[in-house]
């Protein structure tokens, strides 16, 4: 067994968190004259898009009141939620100006549940864009060291339970050891561990499979060496975030998002689930989860040409990289998708026949429902009737996972007393908070926040004894305003893009 040279931090993991820990305690360290030395560990190759970061479009939400207790029962960690909101305009202006370029989208058909005006932000080259940049900035320190193809074992620590280093695996096969008084874990979820997902969610979890191929790496490492230590945990351990894509797409994360705006049928051409339920994000999670459950991973979206006309273009329909199967029929449509054309027609049929004379608003929960079918459709009911007819067919892709270690607001990890251990942390998407469902377009905000937090607080007290760090929230010169509007709280009106 060999042993690195010693460090102050290892971070393992480099994906939105790792990497938001890593340059912010390198800077940090730079700015009060600190030698900070830090390791960035890194299971996947160098140049590869390991992990889910690299593969995300990065939706940012900004909103005033990022609300997780609607979905959670109120089981989300209600101060976690607070810093959260606090930090999430911080966070976009951080990377704003460490070169990420944002594009601002004014959603003019799509309902968001959020309250940031019918707004929402996200980088120009997706997740991806912004690592790059980020390490592009971490290469020019010369106190940080990157190992690749090094997988992370166990925490190392000493008598009294306080973190000494990390025991990691080189691509050579051997042990090595590297010692640090500070070990950020930020190497995502469990769901590239088919055992770890049969024992936590349970039957058919094999049946999943991953959305994007970085999450090959995302084992449960993380989870897997903190509770050796006496983590606790947190988030919903049988919970996952699913979405249902394009079966016949070529790319990864070809996610067909309005199923609220037609029908989703099984392959008997049965409806299965109220497609207009509730808002889109809320509703295409739960279609996904079902579509596994019960509907043996396939499933079909059906609209017409008045739908699909007013989101040409939009990133609704123009995720995947194939286009819509389309017909002139539903009959046609129906071939096209091998699906039994007399059975989708009759589906088509007693649903259009079903559905009120309300108006039908893409703006609002507009009532325009359906009443005698199992199950009837709440919201968003227009007739499928204009020629051509437009379908996908779809399956459920796993995203990432619920459960996690518990942290506090400065991203340490919290023993199963609630009590930090020392030189421990984690973020990102191995810090479990979710409950029930997934408040839309928070993941990569939490990752990327609890990220830079943690890089700041360990450079702040770096040289302090242990058990010493401050409970008290990190500073910061760009503080948003707890009342501030998503527009005020986002990267300046200069990178805003065309909607």
Not at 315 to 332: A, F, L, N
Not at 392 to 407: A, C, D, N, Q, W
Not at 438 to 458: H, V
Request: glycine fraction near 10%; include cysteine; aromatic fraction near 10%.
């Amino acid at each position: 067994m060999a042993s690195f040279k010693g460090y102050d931090l290892v971070v393992v993991g480099s994906g939105f968190a790792g990497s938001m820990a890593t340059l912010n305690f390198l800077e940090e360290c730079r700015k009060q004259h600190k030698s900070g030395r830090v390791a960035l560990v890194e299971v996947g190759k160098d140049g590869e898009r390991c992990g889910a970061s690299r593969w995300t479009m990065a939706y940012l939400r900004l909103d005033k009141n990022l609300n997780f207790g609607q979905v959670s029962n109120g089981l989300a960690d209600e101060e976690y939620c607070h810093k959260l909101q606090k930090e999430a305009g911080i966070t976009a202006h951080y990377l704003e100006d460490h070169g990420v370029k944002f594009v601002h989208h004014d959603e003019t058909n799509v309902l968001l549940e959020f309250k940031t005006g019918q707004h929402f932000v996200f980088p120009e080259g997706g997740g991806k864009a912004i690592i790059s940049k980020l390490f592009e900035q971490i290469r020019e320190f010369d106190n940080c060291d990157i190992y690749w193809e090094t997988e992370a074992i166990r925490l190392m620590t000493d008598d009294a339970g306080a973190i000494r280093g990390l025991k990691v695996r080189k691509n050579d096969g051997l042990l090595h050891d590297l010692l640090a008084p500070n070990v950020v874990l930020a190497c995502g979820g469990f769901e590239g561990n088919q055992e770890m997902l049969a024992r936590y969610i349970g039957r058919n979890t094999h049946a999943l499979p991953l959305i994007a191929p970085g999450l090959k790496y995302n084992r449960g490492a993380g989870l897997r060496m903190a509770l050796e230590v006496g983590a606790g945990t947190a988030g919903s351990f049988d919970g996952m975030h699913c979405e249902l894509v394009d079966t016949r797409a070529g790319k990864p994360d070809a996610v067909i998002w309005g199923h609220n705006y037609g029908i989703v049928v099984n392959k008997g051409c049965q409806r299965f689930y109220d497609e207009g339920k509730r808002h889109l994000f809320a509703t295409f999670e739960m279609i996904a989860l079902e579509c596994w459950k019960d509907q043996k991973q396939s499933c079909f979206f059906v609209t017409d040409d008045v739908i699909m006309q007013k989101f040409k273009g939009s990133w609704v329909y123009d995720t995947t990289d194939k286009p819509p199967e389309k017909g002139d029929t539903i009959e046609e449509l129906a071939e096209k998708m091998h699906l039994d054309p007399k059975e989708l027609k009759k589906t088509v049929d007693d649903y259009n026949a079903a559905i009120n004379d309300r108006e039908f608003d893409l703006m609002k929960l507009d009532g325009k429902a359906t009443t005698g079918l199992s199950p009837n459709k709440t919201n968003w009911a227009n007739p499928i009737v204009k020629a051509p007819f437009y379908g996908y067919p779809m399956t459920s892709h796993l995203t990432f996972t619920y459960g996690g270690v518990k942290t506090d607001i400065n991203a340490r990890v919290l023993s199963t007393n609630d009590v930090p251990i020392p030189g421990h942390w984690a973020a990102g998407e191995m810090t479990g908070l979710f409950y029930n469902e997934y408040p839309p377009a928070t993941s990569c905000l939490r990752s990327m926040a609890f990220g830079r937090l943690a890089g700041l607080e360990i450079a702040k007290n770096l040289g302090k004894p242990q058990g010493t760090a401050s409970e008290k929230a990190i500073p910061s010169e760009r503080r948003i305003d707890d009342n501030m509007s998503m527009d005020q709280a986002a990267p300046p009106a200069e990178v805003k893009a065309a909607a």
